[in-house]
């Protein structure tokens, strides 16, 4: 009995304010009160949000030309496999009816075009991406190797896919006169993806970087000569590249293609007047019922010229006060009941 009872009394926790759960605590107890005010000071927060985002969106100016139709030549020519190498452009005249001031960013936009499917988004291979094994093409199909067993950089359905078509914004001095604007390639991609997620091999000359690989069977060119103008803009840092490699949630999307260089006759941005977009049309849509459009946007602290932040703010807080007023007349009327019943 005695051996029994010492065993028990080893094996109980020591006598510790933490191991026998007697430390203080505190019970939240919420009134009807404190309850009801949380509902009110977050219904104002985020209809007070609502209207700010809504309004800031609606300052923004935004032309959109879709270029589908207008360059349907174009679209007959080279979406035909037989005439792949003919190089066609198109040119699209348009007016701006009031100067869009500040900075100007062009965008091209896609509809019905899926990058969100499971099997594109993982067509890819990181390693490769990072300059780490340039010839790492397991996680690619279909797209990883050429017909001659050759290893493609950069390899996957991504990459293969991306939107070439070559847009040069012009701008009408006058009747007889039209110069090109100047538009930067640079600072369009995220910093995390150009200084992180995207590196060139390990070698000063890129040519000799990408040797033993094989260039994406969409692609005119290989990689490394992606950028002609500038050839420090080659290879997996082309922001380009970088753009497209980063896929859109929806079938509908825009993706930034070009800045507004603010020199010469547009340091305050884009004036009023003619312009005229000169498309090289390459990225076919026809084949699967798709469109394509170029835009100009100017943008503001909140983004772009979406509603969506706005109007999901705005419901948040509509159907945060209409639970206050909902839960404050229920509890009016309980109240008063209980009132009314001590009075009996």
Not at 59 to 77: F, M, P, R
Not at 157 to 177: G, H, K, P, Q
Not at 247 to 268: D, G, N, V
Request: proline share 5%.
């Amino acid at each position: 009995m005695k051996r029994g009872s010492h065993d028990c009394q080893s094996r109980l926790p020591d006598n510790t304010a933490l191991k026998q759960q007697q430390l203080p605590a505190y019970r939240l107890q919420l009134t009807a009160t404190i309850i009801l005010s949380g509902f009110f000071i977050t219904g104002v927060f985020c209809l007070g949000v609502g209207v700010i985002l809504l309004l800031s969106a609606k300052n923004i100016k935004e032309v959109e030309i879709n270029y589908t139709e207008k360059c349907s030549d174009c679209a007959k020519l080279r979406e035909n496999t037989a005439n792949f190498d003919k190089e066609c452009t198109c040119s699209i005249p348009f007016y701006l009816p009031e100067a869009m001031k500040g900075d100007v960013y062009m965008f091209y936009k896609l509809y019905g075009f899926y990058q969100n499917l499971y099997q594109y988004v993982l067509s890819r291979s990181n390693s490769q991406l990072m300059g780490i094994d340039i010839k790492d093409v397991s996680n690619c199909a279909p797209f990883k190797n050429s017909h001659n067993g050759i290893p493609i950089a950069p390899c996957g359905a991504i990459a293969n896919s991306i939107f070439n078509d070559t847009i040069v914004l012009s701008y009408n001095l006058n009747s007889s006169m039209s110069i090109k604007v100047p538009m930067l390639r640079s600072g369009i991609s995220w910093w995390t993806d150009k200084y992180v997620k995207f590196w060139n091999p390990s070698s000063q000359n890129l040519s000799s970087a990408f040797a033993g690989t094989a260039k994406p069977p969409s692609w005119p060119k290989p990689v490394y000569e992606l950028d002609e103008e500038d050839p420090e803009n080659n290879g997996f840092i082309n922001e380009d590249f970088i753009v497209w490699m980063r896929t859109a949630a929806f079938p509908t999307f825009k993706k930034l293609y070009r800045r507004l260089s603010r020199i010469q006759h547009f340091t305050e941005g884009l004036p009023a007047g003619s312009y005229s977009f000169g498309i090289t049309y390459n990225f076919p849509v026809t084949k699967f019922q798709g469109e394509k459009s170029v835009v100009l946007s100017t943008l503001t602290w909140s983004g772009g010229s979406s509603l969506f932040l706005g109007l999901a703010y705005t419901v948040t807080g509509a159907l945060t006060w209409l639970a206050f007023f909902a839960m404050m007349a229920i509890h009016l009327r309980l109240k008063g009941r209980k009132t009314l019943f001590h009075q009996e």
